[in-house]
Nanobody, 113 residues
Framework: VQLQASGGGLVQPGGSLRLSCATS????????MLWYRQAPGKQRESIAT???????YYKDSVKGRFTISRDNAKNTVFLQMNSLKPEDTAVYFC????????WGQGTLVTGLQ
């Protein structure tokens, strides 16, 4: 099982980024996928979920700003992040909890002050 997040970077307040997480080694289209983030000195938290049928859920702090989506043909899950804030600074990971405890390296998003 592999999960490779990419697309992070430096961003001004109010800016946007689109993260991707390419996966392999499991039946992607059947799995609920989640995006997590871990800010410096804080615990990892889940922020967005998409089920195999496309239903989405969001943590309140990102609702209305972030959008999770998936491309089953490419085994990839995306996170469109708009109206970014400095407090969105974190390493972002994707995961498929039903598959197991796999995380990959994550991708760093740094919101500038």
């Amino acid at each position: 099982v592999q999960l490779q997040a990419s697309g992070g970077g430096l961003v001004q307040p109010g800016g946007s980024l689109r993260l991707s997480c390419a996966t392999s080694g499991f039946a992607f289209s059947r799995q609920t996928m989640l995006w997590y983030r871990q800010a410096p000195g804080k615990q990892r938290e889940s922020i967005a979920t998409i089920t195999s049928s496309g239903t989405t859920y969001y943590k309140d702090s990102v609702k209305g700003r972030f959008t999770i989506s998936r491309d089953n043909a490419k085994n990839t899950v995306f996170l469109q992040m708009n109206s970014l804030k400095p407090e969105d600074t974190a390493v972002y990971f994707c995961s498929a909890p039903s598959v197991g405890n796999y995380w990959g390296q994550g991708t760093l998003v740094t919101g500038l002050q």
